[in-house]
């Protein structure tokens, strides 16, 4: 089963002595890897435009929908 989620956010946030992903794409959020800590991956989601939706291939490309 698949599902689409829309993030909004570009960047993480400071919880405690961690960052935790709000864009969707760290590799934390796969099953082998439940917790959701920053990775750095937001740095592909700071060149989305604005209003656009983008789905990311399993390379981590992006693809305007």
Sequence with gaps: MSRKVI???TGPV???DKWVCLCGLSKGWSEE???PFCDGS???ARSEEEGKVYEYDSE???IPA
Excluded: L, R, T
Aim: glycine fraction near 14%.
């Design 7 to 9: 993030h909004k956010a």
């Design 14 to 16: 400071k919880v405690g």
């Design 33 to 35: 890897e439940p917790q």
């Design 42 to 44: 937001h740095n592909k």
């Design 60 to 62: 981590g490309n992006a």
